[in-house]
T-cell receptor, first 111, second 115 residues
């Protein structure tokens, strides 16, 4: 059983479209991180959300942490080819400090 | 440049051999990790050291042995390599453990191919 479920698994869209990626769990997280991984490279941290209901913006990317701190979403407005990559959510649940990663959403943005 | 670096980038070897991967971070972080990313891109934690002390040891064959000579270095030695060990291995560091201290900074990865 995967602690963090990400959906969709794959997403292929045209430049300019909007999209939302979800990260869901039945466990409560003290914080959740979002990463983007490009082919042949390591994941790069995008944001950390800590407070239930928190919304953070990073240019065209909007991250939201669920009120109960069990889920999170990433919304991209007007996607660009440079947004192409594997988006991963991660966190440590309950009192654990062991980081767990979701299986990722692979996004391709076509010019 | 401040970063997490690991060597080698690519490692191709025969089954049964022993190999090592080295990792160094100059971010001043207290905690370092080894992850394995399989062909389906699933990233799974293997080990973690906090200030040179082993704090996470997930279900990993004992052919894998991490070593942390100081808090800036975490190496991974693998004995008797098997075909199933083929994967990309990532080193990472974080400021500490728990909450936002878990923010991971990853190295570029080592692609291990066992023939």
């Amino acid at each position: 059983t995967q602690l963090l479920e990400q959906s969709p698994q794959f997403l292929s869209i045209q430049e300019g479209e909007n999209l939302t990626v979800y990260c869901n769990s039945s466990s409560v997280f003290s914080s959740l991180q979002w990463y983007r991984q490009e082919p042949g490279e390591g994941p790069v941290l995008l944001v950390t959300v800590v407070t239930g209901g928190e919304v953070k913006k990073l240019k065209r990317l909007t991250f939201q942490f669920g009120d109960a701190r069990k889920d999170s979403s990433l919304h991209i407005t007007a996607a660009q080819p440079g947004d192409t990559g594997l988006y991963l959510c991660a966190g440590a649940s309950g009192g654990s400090y062991i980081p767990t990663f979701g299986r990722g959403t692979s996004l391709i943005v076509h010019p | 440049d401040t970063a997490v670096s690991q060597t080698p980038k690519y490692l191709v070897t025969q089954m049964g051999n022993d190999k090592s991967i080295k990792c160094e971070q100059n971010l001043g972080h207290d905690t370092m990790y080894w992850y394995k990313q399989d062909s389906k891109k699933f990233l799974k934690i293997m080990f973690s050291y906090n200030n040179k002390e082993l704090i996470i040891n997930e279900t990993v064959p004992n052919r894998f042995s991490p070593k942390s000579p100081d808090k800036a270095h975490l190496n991974l030695h693998i004995n008797s390599l098997e075909l199933g060990d083929s994967a990309v291995y990532f080193c990472a560091s974080s400021p500490g453990v728990g909450g936002s201290y878990n923010e991971q900074f990853f190295g570029p990865g080592t692609r291990l191919t066992v023939l």
